[in-house]
Nanobody, 115 residues
């Protein structure tokens, strides 16, 4: 069982920056895949950025060059640095993880970008 807790969301003006954090806890040996998704009102949840099982990163085209995902394996943390934020980045951001055959999700953190 894995618990994921996100933090760092908030309200920011367009062009600003935020850094999201996700802390993983529970009983697991290692987490193979860990990353971020988002869901805007009336839209489906979509991939933002993730570490793949091989350790490489994958970004949505809409955030490439603006967002950076990073992780601290020793602390079981994953981060999302978001720069040059746009109003269309407004959404609830969810941390997710895949380990031991199961997907886990955090409760989400709201990011609101004002124009």
């Amino acid at each position: 069982q894995v618990q994921l807790v996100e933090s760092g969301g908030g309200l920011v003006q367009a062009g600003g920056s935020l850094r999201l954090s996700c802390a993983a806890s529970g009983s697991f040996f290692s987490i193979n895949v860990m990353g971020w998704y988002r869901q805007a009102p009336g839209k489906q949840r979509e991939l933002v950025a993730t570490f793949t099982g091989g350790g490489s990163t994958n970004y949505a085209d809409s955030v490439k060059g603006r967002f950076t995902i990073s992780r601290d394996n020793a602390k079981n943390m994953v981060y999302l640095q978001m720069n040059s934020l746009k109003p269309e980045d407004t959404a609830v951001y969810y941390c997710n993880a895949f380990t031991s055959g199961y997907w886990y999700w955090g409760q989400g953190t709201q990011v609101t970008v004002s124009s």
